[in-house]
């Protein structure tokens, strides 16, 4: 019923930036909140940043002041600007998005990118 499919990850060196972008698609009535997670290897998958529809934000402490998170409604897409970026940061990125379809209201999540940071 709804997709969502990342795009933008990559390899890049530290202090380097990175745009993430997610699409939603479907039979979508309205979108909440959509957000941006990342899990790395033996690690569980955490927050990185939310959006509301109304634009109102939310950043993990470890990435505030340099990622920031962007939304268009219009489209139903969502996208994720990583600046000053570490090597803690590697992770493979899940979009997620809260979407009201006519049958439900459901959670989905991408299919993820990976986001690799290194010398």
């Known amino acids: 019923q709804v997709q969502l499919v990342e795009s933008g990850g990559g390899l890049v060196q530290p202090g380097e930036s990175l745009r993430l972008s997610c699409a939603a698609s479907?039979?979508?009535?309205?979108?909440?909140?959509m957000g941006w997670y990342r899990q790395a290897p033996g690690k569980q998958r955490e927050l990185v940043a939310t959006?509301?529809?109304?634009?109102?934000?939310n950043y993990a402490d470890s990435v505030k002041g340099r990622f920031t998170i962007s939304r268009d409604n219009a489209k139903n897409t969502v996208s994720l600007q990583m600046n000053s970026l570490k090597p803690e940061d590697t992770a493979v990125y899940y979009c997620?998005?809260?979407?009201?379809?006519?049958?439900?209201?459901?959670?989905?999540w991408g299919q993820g990118t990976q986001v690799t940071v290194s010398s």
């Open positions: 959006i509301t529809n109304a634009g109102s934000t």
């Open positions: 479907g039979s979508i009535l309205s979108i909440n909140a």
């Open positions: 997620n998005a809260d979407v009201r379809t006519f049958l439900s209201r459901n959670n989905y």
